[in-house]
C-alpha cells in the first residue's frame, strides 16, 4: 500500500529526559508521524469516516508528548505508536520521529538528536 498519512512538526512542550534538569524544567519536543492506510475510498467519496481523523492522531501526539514525563524519547515514540495503531484500527503502519532539539551534551553542537520508528500491525 503506498497510501499515506503525514503530521509533519508537531511541536509541543514536554518532560522527557534522563537529567532529572530536563524532567523538571522541561524543553520542546517536535514530532513527525506518518501513517500508511488506504485513501482511496475516502478520496472518492469525500467522507471523513472512510480515513483517519489527523486531528484525533494530533490530539494523541499531543497527550502523550505533554504527559508523563519519560527518561528516554524512545519510550515516548513506541507509546505514540502503540496508541495510534490502538485508536484507529484503519493504520496498517506507523512511523514516529521525536526530535529533541536542545540536546545536554556538554560541549555538544548538534541540531537536535531523533529517533524513528516504524510499527506494523499484528
Known amino acids: 500500500m503506498t497510501d499515506r498519512i503525514r503530521l509533519n512538526e508537531m511541536v509541543f512542550y514536554g518532560y522527557h529526559g534522563v537529567l532529572p534538569e530536563e524532567q ?18 475516502a478520496g472518492m467519496s469525500d467522507d471523513l469516516r472512510q480515513t483517519v481523523n489527523y486531528a ?12 508523563p514525563p519519560r527518561k528516554l ?3 515516548v515514540a513506541e507509546q505514540i505508536a502503540a496508541q495510534i495503531l490502538a ?12 526530535r529533541k ?7 555538544a553542537v548538534l ?9 506494523t500491525r499484528t
Do not use: C, K
Open 101 to 107: 532539539p536542545a540536546v545536554p551534551i556538554a560541549g
Open 56 to 67: 484525533a492522531v494530533y490530539a494523541t501526539v499531543r497527550d502523550i508528548v505533554t504527559g
Open 24 to 41: 523538571a524544567l522541561g524543553q520542546r519536543f517536535v514530532v513527525d508521524v506518518e501513517l500508511v492506510t488506504a485513501l482511496m475510498a
Open 111 to 119: 541540531g537536535s538528536a531523533e529517533v524513528e520508528i516504524e510499527r
Open 87 to 98: 485508536d484507529h484500527g484503519a493504520v496498517e503502519r506507523v512511523r514516529v520521529r521525536v
Open 73 to 75: 524519547i524512545e519510550a
